[in-house]
């Protein structure tokens, strides 16, 4: 960091320059959170104004809640394979994509085509959300006509009188999710670690090369320790969408928010939008909310901390 | 060796002058083709992941109801747009309208306020600054719809439900945790000697941020800019609950996300797969195409962002 000279103006100048971010920031994110902090201990039902203090009530409930507890372990399985299965292929493909190519003078370089496999992977990352509902709610179609069934009866491995329930199947539902996360995720962190790549100076590369490494040392001891800061972010960031995951869930799956079958694809988003809006248990559901909340906390500092290295120049 | 890294994308003529002085390394070559065959194969088979499944949907706008309830495989017996026009009759057309006329001021404004708070934490230490840098990063860790009822009524308390500007603020103030953890690192990074020099030349604090760092940043600002795009793109759950018409004479200022979600519950009483499937490949188009010219932008931005 710069030791900045000192000079008049300068308190003005950051307050000038943070005032408005804060101000913003303060009003329509921070204390809204409080706000649901607090109505976590009451019995508020979203409609009445009027309310009770019911202290820790809405928390106890919450632990003998089956539903939740089984929402709360999907979103841990998603929590561990969201981040794990994108980053692991994204990284793969961008190592491909900026280094499998065919070494010309021993050196490394992208795969002929790199740019347009970029274009294509990071395409699905400009589609919003409910463009993927619609569309893998086609794909993942019971009959004939959903686009998975479609092919694997063509090519004869699934009975045309018996095509697999996807999204219906208590087994399947969860994976079906999570294979629409990572396909729309892979790209977006492909571009992001290949710009990484791209920034590394060419002759730390160069230096690997003369001193003998091959391509899988080259990237475990000189691409990944310089990409850790966005690895790192990566997983953060994956891990909170693990986390939410509501938009896919509520609108792909049978049930009032989704979660169906059985609440089998259940996740605490969608069980506590329904107690929010359907059951009218505001309170409780955001008790849920400060469960969640806290998780996500916990979790991130420890991805932070877990992954923390040195930061490296260059 | 001077040639001997390329950028992915350099023209074949560039690429042929390398190839010189590493002939002998013929060991390393045919690793490096198996590699290639290799990589090859798993970057087509993901790439026609990709575009099958959205192709497929596309070509079913031009199917019939029955067909689509047939096979996946039918192809499309009707090329006619049809579908086309009764998905815009639907409002498809203002939902983009909409939805244009949000972000049109939501991201600039959240470039400009990201980055004014991320470079004053990022370079000027005083007392509290790590405080409120974590206390903007921390929001990134919170789901939107934790705090969706009061924000609801905070935004009710200003008069400005079902308003484009109340929208517009809320998702300026939504995008803060990224664009500051982002451009914080970013104007970390920069190097420190031209900041020292513009302080040495007699510049304003202010000045040295607009014309001096925020040039310097724009690798960054593009990435940034490109991920608050597509993250106010893809937002439907504050748009679904904050733009809902309060009284029967306010006007339907429904966003795409939100459009296309109704499109598609409204299949459960009237079945118009079509529709749907038009309607989507309405709001998909114009991305590609946006997204097809501004790739050359990103390419350019990322490559350019060998800071130095």
Redesign the interface.
Known sequence: ??Q??Q?R???G??V???L???A??L???????V??FG?SFTNWS?QSPTFDFVGMDNYSALLKDEVFRGALWNNLLLLVFVPVVTIL?AL??AF???A????????????AG??L???????????????L???????Y?T?????L???L??LGIVDRLHPIEWLNEPRLVLWCLLLVVV?HG???YL?LF??AM??I??DI??AA?LDGA??AQTFFRVTLPLLW?SVQ?SA??LG?AA??M??LVS?MTSGQFGGGPDHHSEVM?TV??RN?LYFGK?GYACAM?VV??VL??IL?VITLRATRRERI?? | ?T???????ESAAE?SG??????Q?SG??S???V??V???G??VV??V??????I??AL?SFKTDAQ??????SWPANWNFDAFGRAWDKGIGDYFANTLIVMVFSVPLTML??S??A???A????PGNRF?YY??V??????????????FF??KRFDMLNTYQGLI??Y???S???T??FMH?FF??LP?AV??AA??DGA???RI?FQVMVPMAKPGLI?VGIFNV?GQ??Q??LPSVLMQPQTGSDPERYL???G??QL?QQQGYETD?PV??AG?TI??IP??V???SF?RQ??AG??S????
């Not at chain 2, 390398?18 to 002939?23: E, F, N, S, V």
């Open positions: 960091m710069s900045v000279v000079g103006g300068r308190a100048f950051i000038g320059f943070l408005a971010p804060l913003l920031y009003t329509f994110v921070i204390w809204p959170y706000q649901t109505y979203g292929l793969f493909f491909m994509v900026n499998g190519g065919r070494g010309g003078a021993g050196g490394v370089q992208g795969v790199s740019r496999y970029k274009v294509v992977y990071f395409f699905p990352q400009v589609l919003s959300l409910a463009i509902a619609v569309l893998f709610g086609a794909v179609r009959d004939e006509g959903g686009l069934n479609g092919v009866i063509r396909w892979v790209g977006f571009v290949s710009a791209q920034s100076p060419k590369y160069e090369l091959g391509r800061d972010t953060v960031y909170i986390m939410d509501f938009v609108t988003a506590l939008m929010f505001s909310g969640m909340l996500t906390m991130s120049e260059f | 060796m040639t001997v890294i390329k950028a992915p994308g690429r390398g190839t010189g002085p590493g002939g390394r390393g070559r690793e490096g083709m590699l290639n290799f990589s090859h798993f970057l993901w790439a992941m990709i575009v099958l499944p959205l497929w949907l079913g689509i309830g047939g096979s996946a495989l306020f990201g004014m708070a470079y004053v934490l370079r000027y230490p005083f409120i206390f903007f921390s929001g990134a860790m919170f789901p939107v719809f934790l705090a969706l009822v009061p924000l905070m935004v603020l809320v300026v103030a939504y803060m945790p990224f500051v953890f690192s970390r990074t420190t900041h020292e302080v040495i304003s604090d202010t941020f990435s597509l793109w893809n439907y759950i795409l996300t939100q296309l979600i598609q797969l749907l499937f989507v709001a998909m991305m590609l946006v997204y097809l790739q990103i390419q990322l490559t962002a060998t800071l130095k």
